[in-house]
């Protein structure tokens, strides 16, 4: 198993930016990929951004060129820029780990608020 813990959200203005931050502790040599999802409330949790175990990243339509995602061992970032009220949403850290070629399943993190303001 792995806990992940992000930090880095918060209130900012439109057009701002903010990093978040997904530490991962545990079993992380078993982490495979590792992703960004966010989710607003009475809707579905959505995928922002992920990055596979080679460090080839994968964005949503959404981010337009805005997020960047980068990857340090057992840390994940998320770069955002040009931030749009519609970024609102809690931020939440995934990670899917492998034993070898069994899949072991997936864990979340607790999420951190982003919040932009008009």
């Known amino acids: 198993q792995v806990q992940l813990v992000e930090s880095g959200g918060g209130l900012v203005q439109t057009g701002g930016s903010l990093r978040l931050s997904c530490a991962a502790s545990g079993s992380t040599s078993m982490i495979k990929t590792m992703a960004w999802y966010r989710q607003t409330p009475g809707k579905q949790r959505v995928l922002v951004a992920g990055v596979n175990a080679g460090g080839s990243p994968n964005y949503e339509d959404f981010v337009e060129g805005r997020f960047t995602i980068s990857r340090d061992n057992a840390k994940l970032y998320l770069q955002m820029n040009s931030l749009k009220p519609e970024d609102t949403a809690r931020y939440y850290c995934?990670?899917?780990?492998?034993?070898?070629?069994?899949?072991?399943?997936?864990?979340w993190g607790q999420g951190t608020q982003v919040t932009v303001s008009p």
């Open positions: 995934n990670a899917e780990l492998f034993d070898g070629s069994y899949y072991l399943g997936y864990f």
